[in-house]
């Protein structure tokens, strides 16, 4: 079973929304009928500039039976603006005419339609032509899920869900670059869990890893919304967070640290008091990518020189260092 992006699910005849644009009231009458003794949702209009605007919104139906002949736009015209625009969820369209030479037959499927239906048609004929339209929206479905889920999985990390350290990495290069063109100041918290292998150690890697995303779950929950988290490896942990010149990085990431000290996380085996220590870089405008993530592994280092729990940061405004006390 596939969930289609407008909330509706396909398998089989499961029903899905189409949209029938016929100007003979009484082949669209029974079109509608048919379509919803099966339990299929229905859309109509009776002519082809109605049905192109439906065929470009948003939660557009996927499956469209189009006459040829039509007032303000022919089915034809229809399909090639349908066929023009960029989509990853294009519609299946039947074509419905009376004409039935084989030059009319190569015309309507070169021109996009991706199935042909005579005037008269037969319901049972409907049917099955329905049914090859709903499978390869099935197809369509799983195909991009399966694309999404790919592009997901080489971009997070399975652990904890958030950004792994090529994505977080790539993020900090946009926003190195943006902050440049802005004027703006953009400071990074390289973060990690005091005495972590002590937690292994001791309670096991489950346990370890409970931990690991209970600080995920923090951070991202903590983090203004258009700041970024991600996992650099192991116990690391990368904040990047841009801000006003003048604005002082370090109450930020220290807020984070005090938020964490005073959260015990809870784990299979309790909740454990965990810390950690963070290392701020705030960049120059001419700061490369290496150069920020050096100087925030140097403000770790001594974070974790001075005793652990502790914020240390690297590039700011003295003031900005006035307070690394627990």
């Known amino acids: 079973m596939t969930q289609c992006r407008n909330g509706m699910t396909t398998r089989g005849n499961t029903p899905v929304r189409i949209l029938i644009a016929e100007d003979d009231l009484t082949s669209r009458t029974l079109l509608v009928s048919l379509l919803e003794k099966a339990g299929h949702e229905v859309i109509e209009t009776r002519d082809g500039m109605e049905a192109w605007r439906i065929l470009q919104m948003p939660d557009a139906p996927r499956l469209a039976i189009l006459d040829w002949m039509m007032p303000e736009m022919d089915g034809i015209e229809v399909v090639r603006r349908v066929r023009a625009t960029d989509t990853e969820l294009p519609a299946f369209i039947i074509m419905l005419t009376c004409r039935d030479t084989k030059t009319d037959l190569i015309h309507a499927l070169d021109s996009g339609a991706d199935d042909y239906l005579i005037k008269p048609f037969d319901a049972g004929e409907l049917r099955a032509r329905m049914g090859v339209g709903i499978r390869i929206i099935q197809l369509q479905d799983a195909l991009l899920q399966s694309r999404e889920d790919m592009a997901y999985q080489a971009t997070h990390d399975p652990l904890t869900g958030l950004p792994n350290r090529r994505a977080i990495l790539e993020r900090l290069e946009r926003e190195r670059e943006r902050c440049a063109r802005n004027g703006e100041t953009l400071a990074i918290g390289m973060c990690d869990?005091?005495?972590?292998?002590?937690?292994?150690?001791?309670?096991?890697?489950?346990?370890?890893?409970?931990?690991?995303?209970?600080?995920?779950?923090?951070?991202?929950?903590?983090?203004?919304?258009?700041?970024?988290?991600?996992?650099?490896?192991?116990?690391?942990?990368?904040?990047?967070?841009?801000?006003?010149?003048?604005?002082?990085?370090?109450?930020?990431?220290?807020?984070?640290?005090?938020?964490?000290?005073?959260?015990?996380?809870?784990?299979?085996?309790?909740?454990?008091?965990?810390?950690?220590?963070?290392?701020?870089?705030?960049?120059?405008?001419?700061?490369?990518?290496?150069?920020?993530?050096a100087l925030a592994d140097e403000a770790l280092y001594e974070a974790k020189s001075q005793g652990r729990n502790r914020t240390v940061c690297k590039g700011g405004a003295p003031e900005n260092l006035d307070d690394t006390s627990p």
Do not use: W
Request: aromatic letters at 6%; glycine letters at 8%.
């Open 193 to 293: 869990v005091d005495r972590f292998k002590a937690i292994n150690d001791t309670y096991g890697h489950q346990t370890g890893d409970e931990v690991l995303c209970g600080i995920s779950r923090m951070l991202r929950e903590s983090v203004r919304s258009y700041d970024a988290v991600g996992r650099l490896g192991g116990e690391e942990f990368l904040i990047i967070a841009a801000m006003p010149t003048g604005a002082r990085p370090y109450q930020l990431f220290d807020m984070l640290r005090r938020q964490l000290h005073q959260t015990p996380i809870v784990t299979r085996v309790g909740a454990l008091p965990v810390t950690i220590s963070i290392g701020v870089c705030v960049t120059a405008r001419d700061s490369s990518l290496t150069e920020m993530l």
